[in-house]
């Protein structure tokens, strides 16, 4: 308390109180500093006792009132006091002697009071003479309890004693002598089940709601055990989690309460506070060095946890600051930060709880792996100042060599890799001293009671520990562990991070696995080094485990056996049936030589075994899979998939066991620096994985928008852990770091046909009117989903109308959920209209598929050969040879296509029938064949795709592949290889589409080697696509979410088998999102991208999956994009985010169609 | 607006492999029209007779046919007096994939083979009609007359 407060606030009190006295107001600073200047040094409550026996000059009081007499105040306490000291208690205790008396011994009369107006109110009434005298002798008596000498105790008892403070309570009662002055009082906490809605006290339950917060009444009884009154809601506060989690007792003295207490009148007590021992016991942090915030395999638990611990920091911080306890040595970085700071930063997070109170608290959600993520979405300018540092990729930085168990040949800048990664797994030097965890405070046991009186010591414990950042408490020294023996891997994409892992697992190993290898089995006895808490975990000191997306498992397993010299690589895929092994018994240091070098898993199996240890009761070491052995070394491969420290997959991460722990990652940051914490936590690197602690420096900072100061914290915990190379960067001489073939991207533009049109026009009227009504009404948020609804519809109607109405078929995963929605809003699975028009569109398909059969089948071996010759002469109207796109007739008659789609515009302009122009046969249209030759038909060992268009000629549609149209069984000649295609397909029929016929006319093209990769974000699209592709002898492979590991190792495994027989697949249909991540493709050099994301990020990075290391050729990319349609308005929704994104290609990840003037931009 | 290879290549060809008894020459200055001489086809009254005509090929050919048009006076059924030419191919029957050497050709098969019931000049097919080898007649006198100079 501040001393040079204390005369104006009295002063204030005198001018309410006592207008006469404003004399006495003038005279009153020299009085004061005439005061011994020992009362005044020792401003510590706690030791005003020390003045109470030294100074014993007789009082004598020229201004004490008639009311308060000094002689009897002098008789009370029993010792002549300091004359102005008593102006003071008098002052303080408004000349009510027996508070006075009261306040002297505790000296609470120190402490600043507020709120004296109103206690003034009720008190000064009952003159204190009528008072037995005897009571008040209650006051010292505590003391006496006391033992006088200092007593050393062998161990801590139950709790002791910690320091003391005064606190104005007030009374719920009314009634006589309920409390009197110097009465042991009882601080209690009644909690209520938090649900229930019953009055409490016999108040009603509305005290509690006005607050809006949880319970933290805290309630004081006499020394009948009866209820008098309750601590100030600003003390309950912080006292009731102290209270409530065990840390303390308190117990309290009355110092002075009116004799008829009146419900709210004030009650002074001095209360006393204790640690107990089970605050020092508890589980939860009795291991500091640990990880503070064990989360356990208690899910239930969770919700709770991070709250109470945070009540319990600033219970704690408010408490040292209350007793005025100062810690004896802190750490630097400590010192720098305020503890107002912490409390500040404390509050916000309350504030924060209060402001999102409205939605699902995470308790009742936490069971669901999609939680509310926190923390302000990072803007892309601030991503890229955050990266800038890490990037600073220092290109002489020295190499090393991998070991020669190693098979490939390393780039420099893997080298590079390697040697900062050897350099950050073997940092162990810092771990030998024992330096003080940067985030504790050292605290020293007081030695004397408030009554300065000793308390007793115990044996070398007169020091304990306090994290003020977490909570935390103990009484062992808090060793700073350099836990972080790894890092953040964040190379781009393709840049071959899963190589420089191997070329790591090969080059650093444990000496137990050095001993294995050299056979010398003897030495395999040392024990590991990382000790374990846990019982049952064992270790695995061979052993690094790769958790990693289902879909990359079987290549890690591939890549693993690349890597390695035959022999000096053991690998388990512990996935589906191969978990039955106990990997105690397979990777312990007895079994070393036979332990697997590597185990991969994925993250459903990490995330399937911490529940069913969960659900076990936590016994880690029976179940015998990952969590029962320390490994030497986890790699979280894209790790971004942990980024919300909510998720249960990402607490499950955290308690895998490992030395040596690393994270590889595109996006370290996707879009929230909270992300970034996560991966921290993974990493174990203190202080920073400490949620409160990151919640002080960067979340508060960031969030209170001080963005440099958060960002400059980032870059700080970045910077030494994390290597980060890009694909373009440059080494000083100019180079490339990876030279990649060229990309070209192309925007193809698709014309819909009529009937698709009519369908797509339907839907986007009705769209528009939506959007239109309710931005007139002023809804926009509230329709967003369905306007939303209505935009996919639109982008499904622009692939393939049927898309948009075969609920069978549109089954897309959570956007599904959203087209339903809109249906039941818009009623528009009763809606005839567009049911009409998608009806007409697959009649018109039907009706096509019944004509088509006429004319494409007068096609004879003959014909096609004539038609071969002649389309590579000259055009009949342009002359051009050899034509350009040419097209046939039915009756035979080639042109370049755009010659003849002229001339039957310029006669049907002029209401003619358009007539062949040679033979002048009247000439439909849609009977007009693209004749498509096929790449490479020179090659002579192709095989012409099966005949079966002879039978199935029903099968034959607008597209028709005439090549193989009846060749002689066993026909010596080489079959013409072309084929022919309706150029304008009646409808876009039921099972093809304006975009699958521009997708069948590329793949068409290319030559029978040239693999490609399509790719659409509905797996209904690609469900449509398949058929087409079969039927036009195109093989080809799929692979989307919905297969499972064996299944989509197979089918990468087939399409990047290097046979290239026409047999041999050669398109992979892959939906944007199973294929977007992580797999390579490089076997592919064409890219078909179906139908635009919002995001070009994500688009480009399913490119990525063929343009990445290890392509060869040239990559060319087609983007279909339905002309005069939403689709191209999304590319310029895409161009605007990739202008925001800048440069830099990260941060930016999904995320939907986004803002109102998205939706503007889409729809207006 | 440059000229479409086509009529380039047609020229080049007109040129390079002429057909016997017909002529087409471009005018320099305007590539699109060209002068035009037609023998008259043997064993025909218009046997012996030069007769010259103007090609011009429109914007749009060859989705258009080419105007022509005989600069020589000409007694036949389907030529009016203005020398425009009533022929099929020039008008309903054209089809881009013709070309001036045979529309030309087909011209000059016209003069060998008049056709007065689709007539052009209606005095000159009455007459034919009528009275056919004095129209004849009357056609060898006017070919004698104006293509022979």
Partial sequence: MDIDNRPTKRRKFFFAENPEDDGGDVTLPNVESSRPQSATSSAEKDTLSETEHNDLQPANDPISKDKFDVDTFCAFVGEQVDRDVVQKIQDASNGNIERAVNMYFDGSWKANMPARNIQNQASGITSWMSRPSTSVKHSPSKSEDKPTVPVTLKHMASERYIGSFGVEAWSTKSGTNLIRPGEVVNIERTRLAPKTKLGRGGKPVTVVNRYQKADVITRFTNSRGEEVGRLPEETARWVSPLLD????????????????????DTVFLQIQAFMLKSAFESSNFVKPSDDNRETGFFLEKESTEEKDLRLRQVALVKLFDEINLLPTTTNSKTAKHKKQGLLRAAEMAEQYDKEKSNKPKLSDTSASPEEEEDGEELEDDQLDMLYQKAQQFDFNMPEAQPASTFALELRKYQKQALHWMLNKEQDETSKKSTSMHPLWEEYTWPTKDANDAPLPTIEDQDKFYVNLYSGEISLDFPVQEQNCLGGILADEMGLGKTIEMFSLIHTNKSEEAMAATAKNVTSVNRLPRLPQSSNSVVPAPCTTLVVAPMSLLAQWDSEAMKSSLPGSMKTLVYYGSEKGTNLQTLCSVSNAASAPNVIITSYGVVLSEFNQIAAAGGDQGSHGGLFSVDFFRIILDEAHTIKNRQAKTSKACYELKAKHRWVLTGTPIVNRLEDLFSLVRFLKVEPWSNFSFWKTFITVPFEAKDFIRALNVVQTVLEPLVLRRTKDMKTPEGEALVPLPPREIKIEEVELSKTEREVYDLIFTRAKRAFNESIAAGTLLKSYTTIFAQILRLRQSCCHPVLTRNKDVVADEEEAAAAAAASDVNGLADDVDL?????????????????????????????????????????????????????????????????????????????????????????????????????????????????????????????????????????????????????????????????????????TSLPITTKSVVFSQFTSFLDLIAPQLTRHNISHLRLDGTMNQKMRTQVLRSFTSEDTTSSSPRVLLLSLRAGGVGLNLTAASRCYMMDPWWSFAVEAQAIDRVHRMGQTERVEVVRFIVKESIEGRMLSVQERKMAVAGTLGVGHGSGGGGSIEDLQTLLG | MALPKRIIKETERLMSEPVPGISAVPHEDNLRYFDVTIDGPASSPYEGGKFRAELFLPDDYPMTPPKIRFLTKIYHPNIDKLGRICLDVLKSNWSPALQIRTILLSIQALLGAPNPDDPLANDVAQRWKENEPAAIQTAREWTKTHAMA
């Fill in chain 1, 835 to 1003: 049911q009409d028009l998608i009806e007409r569109f697959t009649n018109d398909a039907k009706a096509a598929e019944k004509e088509a059969k006429d004319p494409i089948n007068t096609f004879t071996t003959h014909a096609l050969k004539q038609i071969q010759t002649e389309s590579s002469g000259e055009c009949p109207m342009c002359s051009e040879e050899p034509m350009i796109n040419p097209v046939v007739t039915t009756c035979w008659h080639t042109s370049c296509r755009n010659c003849l789609e002229a001339y039957i515009k310029h006669e049907t302009d002029k209401g003619e029938k358009p007539r062949c122009p040679v033979c002048r046969e009247t000439i439909n249209p849609r009977d007009i064949f693209e004749v498509v030759k096929y790449g490479g038909s020179s090659d002579n060992n192709t095989p012409v795709p099966e005949n079966n268009d002879d039978e199935d000629a029903e099968e034959t549609t607008e597209m028709y592949s005439s090549s193989p149209v009846h060749p002689p069984p066993n026909a010596q000649t080489p079959v013409p290889r072309i084929s022919l295609r309706r150029l304008h397909p009646y409808s876009p029929t039921s099972s093809t589409s304006a975009k699958i016929a521009a997708l069948l006319r590329h793949l």
């Fill in chain 1, 245 to 264: 989690q065990k840390i303390c007792r308190l117990q309290g003295t009355c110092v002075y309460a009116e004799e008829r207490l009146r419900v709210n």
